[in-house]
């Protein structure tokens, strides 16, 4: 079912948007239990929720199953988590991430907890779709949640950085039996936006796939320092690897696409092979997932270590409005590169 | 109202109310003892919502209950060897000891583990009514909680959602006139919650929750109309705890006057007498049901005392399917 | 009604909307042609609403805002200048470029930096008016939300409140018929928010929100019975956003009839066709006002725009006091 | 105004839950804008909160300055936002950890973000006091919280361990001009209730003191490995220390008493001495808090490091109800004595 290398299918050029909406769809279709519930996701003439990922599934799936809610985070994920534990499994979704907050309750002591609560008869088959990321718009529609889930035994999270990644883990996410929290970064939807958005399109196969969870990539091989980076940080990471490359240090770049479960085997290898090791997120920094990665690698690659393990990661305040403090808040490629001269002791 | 009711319903629903009375007694004892660990809510003066509304229900609807749901979990069928054996903290109690006495709950007779974050509940119960839906099935999801609970924004938010889509779904309010000491006058303006089912359009109806047979019926017709398509009730049942809050409370909050007018209304009493009146019930049958009882209390508490505990390690299983 | 109001009350509280309605234009353009970064919601069509309640307030009353409050700061005092650099992300905006378009306010004239999670200013005016009253200060605090804030627990939770303390805070409802996409009538049931007051205790009172001089009675009542103490009020003022949700926005979710019958109920020109029909305003003078406000949008650019940019380390500044 | 050390005051013996309340007591007797918020904490005839700490604050100050809330978590945490903006000082609870999540969007979006989105104009004075920590009452009465606001920018952590620490550092809280998470653990406060509870009582001076935020405490000196700890594990440390001391190991124990500020210096004067550190917390291990003070402490004395920083903390699963598995669950002093004995090759 896991198809990890594309051979010869035909290859579309999707954005995440739309893979996104293509995994949602094929899901749908293969499995009645499969619904949608979130704000503006499905009205006629609406937009397909926040970022068109749910665009025109309502024509298709009708209103039931593409389910319109009042403004109510709380209730979305109390009733997501009501409708897997009888037997459905629905994607909700909030707009914004940081309007997750307003549904922590949900997730963290019903969601995560119902099944262990029962001691194993329940499970709680749902996926939660999480936009973050910085995108001009201020504190309160700008940050990176991933770590806070990362530490909430019974959830799982997960991070695609492109489209071919999007659709094959949100497929899986939907299959899973547990509660999965999707992050997607806003400015990789792809969305046709003013000064919107990477470039995150991918060569996305017709025929049908799934990633597993827990498989780091491997996005470009190097020998000097590894850089693990997710989401938007994948990209700040690659042109780095170039700029480096320019420069003469050759860098590893790895996407962990999954935070719970983490393929540490890929990244402690890699590491064996590199001895340094810089970790890239835009979450803040202090707590962050990266503090984790960092101290398991360490623990286990204490002695391949030539230097410690360096985190690159938005500074601890709130996320600011101005494009020009924005751009200063989140990392990117520069510090990266500068980081990764200095940990060669080549800055 | 009775006369509609068969003898035998009503025998039944006197013997459930007795049942969940004398189960509590006694795990207070044993709790006050220091043989049961944790903490407890007991539901002592409130038996006739769990049990009336119950009695309208199958092994396939769902409930959700609360910090409170011992009564509860009888009245929906979980066995009182599993209950008792999950307060005992045992490996085959109903949630393998991982629950607790706030976590009663056994998803093979339609009871969620109960959830303890006051509210929370709700939206669950929401969306377990919305599967029903989609599905095409002809269950109801009932959510039991507190008057507390209605100050909750989980409160508003869940019912609305239920409200608008016309869930399959009943909201039990056992405004028992306190949230642990706080007395419900001093935290909502309005006299009866129910009235709080007009924000939602929903009807909202309030029923004397001391009288089984009362709740019964209004239950009754709140589930048909929900297994009808027709939508949510909020159904508020005016009742007391005869115990208090938790653990040993010495209840100090509370008004003497109202404690005893309240402790007058005793749902377990009054419907004795009723069926005694009526001779439904015959003193010699009555002490059988008591003598039954009993027994099967015992057996269940000798059931859980000789039940292994779980294994330290068992801790690290459950968590991810 | 318009009687009873002085001729320069009147004449002001047009000037005020049409000050809204000019500089939303005017941004809505500045934005179109990426001159001005970030997001907007604008207000075009709910002016009434931001200067009739305002125009009951002092500079010590506070308001919180939401998403969509350029009017709302603009009718409360924030300088048209520091708002136009906010809106530029210059360091002389109202937060310094810090906030932007979705958290505009100025705690020196009595509004705070406005929150853009939808409901969640309610309970923070709640808390501000919790506070006021402690102080024994005569201030009052208003919460501006829309409809699709009603759905939040943050609404239920934070109105109960205000309601048993009888604080004084005036919730106002800008119910203009959507949620983002969303029309109010898929998302609850009932016809009028204001009949939400019931669940609180607390009176409801709905009001053509496209009628300036109605809000403001209705307003004005309200905060004075909140000032003498007698508590909360919720306000739900009816009205539309003629550009819809945000930016720019197709609004192929709306009826064109719904969109046709309210636009004839444009605030705007409905006042002054008033003003002009009882020779309160002459075209001489509406002239002038027009011109007036133009040159102030004109400079209030020219200020922004020529105003520096923040340091980009100042995005490490102000997390602690 | 900070008393470090206690000369010759009058000292009296009081358990957590009465050094709470007397600087409570003192702080609204000084400053008329201090006051408390939250459920049952000042009902006549109540409890004074879930844990004693108010109980007849209300006789003292009546019941408009310990204000009794309908059951209503993410209003309290508003209206202590909003009461705070607008010049007063409230002490809000919630009756149990676990309910914060309630409350975490006005904690995380306003009440940590609204200084910054004022660009500093406003300030918010408030302290939240959460109850932590596992006691015998399952999986949502039972969590520790601390390392998920230990992420949020904006929020100061504090977390202490005894008596006269509760009370110097709720005094600084109160004083503070930012929103404080003050973390209290459930079996410290020395209710007399069955079961319960390690006896925190400690010394407390009848002078006033207050305590500052960033200055950690070394409960024990040692030479051979350095144990971080905080809350109900600093007892644990202390005693795993004591045992260790028999088998001939010297145990520096540290308590870094507020998390943010984290006084990172007295930490890694300690590790340069001892070369080896163990954190040890009841927080779920994967994105604890250990995890960023083993990041910097790494990449801060790295050279001086001779093992890997070891962390002891709760696994990732819920908390089981079962005493024998809630015990199992939390680490414990034979952990660390273990984990000392391993990380100095002694075991
Ligand atoms: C969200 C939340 N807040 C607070 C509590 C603590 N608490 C447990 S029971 C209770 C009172 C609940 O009152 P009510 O809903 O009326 O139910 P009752 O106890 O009367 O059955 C409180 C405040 C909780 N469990 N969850
Ligand atoms: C908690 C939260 N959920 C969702 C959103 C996304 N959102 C922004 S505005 C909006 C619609 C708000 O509707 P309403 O309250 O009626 O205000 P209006 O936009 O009509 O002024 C939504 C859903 C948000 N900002 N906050
Ligand atoms: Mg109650
Ligand atoms: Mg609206």
Redesign the interface.
Known sequence: MYLLKVKENKLRNLTVAEALREAIREEMRRDE?V?CIGEDIGIKGGWGGAFTVTLGLSEEFGH??I?D??I?E??I????????????R?IADVEYGDFIFLAM??LI??AAK??????????V?MVMRIPVGASGRGAQHAQSLESYFVHV??L?VVCPSNAYDAKGLLKTAIRD??PVMFFEHKLLYGAKGRREGIDARGEVPEEEYLLPFGVAEIKREGEDVTVVATLRMVYAALSAAEELEKRGISVEVIDPRTLTPLDLETILKSVHKTNRLIIVHEDNLTGGWGAELATRVTSEAFDWLDVPVTRIAAPDTPVPFAPIMENYFVPNSEDIVRTAASVLGKS | MEKRLPREKLIEMYRKMLRIRHFEDRIYRLFLS?TM???IHLSQGQEAIAVGVCANLSKDD?ITGTHRSHGEALAKGVSMKSLMAELF??SNGC?????????V????VGM??A??????G???????????K??RLDRV?VSFFGD??S????????I??G???DLPVIYVCENNLY????HVS?????KDIA??A?????PGVVVDGNDVVAVYEVARKAIDRARKGEGPTLIECKTYHIGGHSRSDP????DKEEEKRWLAKDPIPRMKKKLIATNILSSEKSENIEAAIEKEIDEAIKFAQSSP?????????????
Not at chain 2, 198 to 202: A, H, L, N, P, W
Request: glycine share 14%; net charge positive.
């Open positions: 239990s619904f039931e199953r389910l809610t009042p109510s709380l209730g994920a109390g009733i997501a988590v009501g409708a897997a534990l009888a037997g459905m629905p309750d949900q002591n019903n119902l099944r262990y609560m029962s001691a194993g008869k329940l499970k088959p035994p019974g799982k039996d547990n | 220091g660990p944790g903490t769902i903290a045992r949630c393998k000891g991982k629950g607790g006495s706030m976590h709950g056994d998803i093979d969620l583990p959830i303890a974050i006051v509210g929370g709700i939206p669950v119960a929401t969306g377990i009514a919305l599967a029903f989609m599905k999801a507390g609970a100050n909750e924004g989980a409160f508003h938010e869940a609305n959602m409200a608008i889509w949230g642990a000491s706080t001093k935290v909502m303006k309005l009235n709080r007009f924000s939602y359009g929903i209840r100090q909050y509370r505990s779980p294994k330290p390690e068992d801790a690290l299983r459950d968590v991810f399917a």
